[in-house]
């Protein structure tokens, strides 16, 4: 019996060391050692010896069991190291691949454009005023000399949040709320920005649009100081030769109100498609600020004056990169945006 025993512990040792994997252990731990296996078994032998030998056996039997499940935790923690080595290998990055490039994204042309325009009035002492795109109507209307029957109005199609509340027209709607926050010391400020128009698309006209308006406001302020400080913007963005020219025109905020055009661009003013034969650019709308605006804004017309103007920064990125579709600049198309980055 005793030899039999001996016999068994060899087998079941030979056989656990050729194990190799996980599963064959837990088959050989259910063989062996689980409560239904050979070695739980040899105990039920002890029963059917003779009654001086059982003592003697059972100890055999003890000893067997005890080095078989020793002999299966060491061997277990093989069999561990074994699996966390295939699974590390499995779930490993190779570091000999060669590296994804990174893609390098670019500023969109109109951030740019406003970044350039912001420096240049940032060098003429001008400061960044923002101010809500979801405006008052009073505050975009109103308080601009434009109560609600003015017939100014109709030149913008207005998207209306509330009966008193818009999406601002146009910048100029931040002219009161600097003013009135500056008050009674200097102003001068610039406010870039959105602006939201109900209009249809077109190669010409978007829904939304970029504006940046200027204001300046002191006892010293004249009309000179407008046509100095647009033209030193006009140079800076267009080169040193650049010339502008004023002609009237008619804004409710403004008095006296004037249009700005830049020699063209393209042609140097001789005449071509792009200026219409005309020799000049659009560029923006300006003039002094009107006493009513003035008063709105907390000073007195008496005692101050004002320059303002707001132009279109989508305009400037047309002309300057000669594109001809406004729609390009909203379309996001890589395309199109790649060629700024
Ligand atoms: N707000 C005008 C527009 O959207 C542009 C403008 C004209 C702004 C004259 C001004 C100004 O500040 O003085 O068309």
Not at 37 to 42: D, E, F, P, V, Y
Not at 155 to 166: E, R
Not at 272 to 300: F, I, M, T
Request: with cysteine.
């Amino acid at each position: 019996m005793l030899d039999q025993l001996h016999d068994y512990r060899r087998i079941a040792l030979e056989e656990l060391a050729v194990v190799a994997d996980a599963a064959t252990l837990e088959a050989w731990y259910r063989a062996h050692l689980a409560p239904s296996g050979k070695a739980t078994g040899w105990k039920r032998n002890i029963g059917k010896l003779p009654v001086a030998e059982r003592k003697g056996f059972g100890q055999s039997v003890n000893e067997v069991t005890a080095e078989l499940e020793k002999a299966f935790q060491l061997h277990k923690r093989r069999i561990d190291l074994l699996e966390l080595e295939k699974r590390i290998l499995a779930e490993a990055t190779d570091v000999t691949l060669p590296a994804r490039g990174v893609a390098r994204g670019g500023h969109h042309p109109v951030t740019l454009a406003l970044r350039e325009v912001i420096g240049v009035f940032e060098q003429m002492g001008f400061v960044v005023y923002e101010s809500p795109h979801v405006e008052l109507d009073e505050l975009n209307f109103e308080l601009l000399n434009m109560p609600p029957d003015h017939p100014a109005r109709d030149m913008q199609d207005t998207f209306y949040v509330d009966d008193d509340v818009v999406l601002r027209t146009h910048t100029s709607s931040g002219q009161v709320r600097a003013m009135r926050q500056l008050c009674p010391g200097p102003v001068r400020v610039i406010l870039p920005g959105l602006c939201y128009r109900h209009e249809n698309i077109t190669p010409r006209s978007e829904i939304q649009f970029h504006q940046i308006e200027g204001l300046l406001v002191g006892p010293e302020v004249r009309l000179s100081d407008l046509k100095g400080v647009l033209l030193k913007f006009a140079r800076a963005l267009f080169g040193p030769n650049q010339a502008i020219r004023m002609r009237g025109s008619y804004f409710p905020f403004t008095e006296p109100s004037c249009e700005v055009d830049i020699r063209c661009t393209l042609c140097g003013g001789n005449g071509c498609r792009v200026c219409k034969q005309s020799g000049w650019l659009e560029l923006l709308g300006a003039g002094l600020v009107h006493p009513v605006v003035l008063r709105n804004g907390g000073y007195d017309p008496t005692q101050v004056r004002g320059i303002a103007f707001g132009m279109g920064i989508e305009r400037l990125v047309l002309l300057r990169h000669g594109i001809d579709d406004i729609r390009l600049i909203f379309q996001n198309d890589l395309r199109f945006l790649r060629q700024f980055a």
